[in-house]
């Protein structure tokens, strides 16, 4: 990934609907130019999509929390397979150290949450969890840093 690309993705973020006519414009290159590496950047997984971001707490789900798991022993599959069932499970995350996995959760409120953990542990896979509220996002996701910043 060159200067270019970074740029061409910075831009991106920062203008989520804009067409390649004036992503071009803006970056002062031929619109061909970036619809080839647009195209290329998709291709490689670099951009992942071009969906809307969706704020879970204005979708009705603003406790958000995450959840390290313990997972017996052998039984990973079988955990990850009951995780994907939950939609209120984000994300999930093989980690190591003390846990083994790490799952990022919303629910509507603390009792809702309390109800998809005790979900959770109703799979024989999931031995243990132990969880975390979140009472703030001070740095919410971002790539722009590490892209203007390699």
Known sequence: MDELDARLLV???AHPRIGLTEL????GVARGTVQARVE????RGVIED???????ARAGHPILAFVWLQIAQGRLG??????????QILEVHGTSGQHDLLCRVVARTTEHLQEIIAH?????AVQRTD????LSTQIPYRIEPLLQNP
């Open 11 to 13: 831009t991106m973020r």
């Open 24 to 27: 071009a414009r803006l970056l």
């Open 40 to 43: 290329k950047l998709t291709a």
């Open 50 to 56: 071009f969906g809307p971001t969706v704020s879970p």
């Open 78 to 87: 079988e955990a990850v397979e009951a995780l994907r069932a939950v939609p």
């Open 120 to 124: 959770i542990l109703t799979s024989p």
């Open 131 to 134: 969880s975390t509220i979140a």
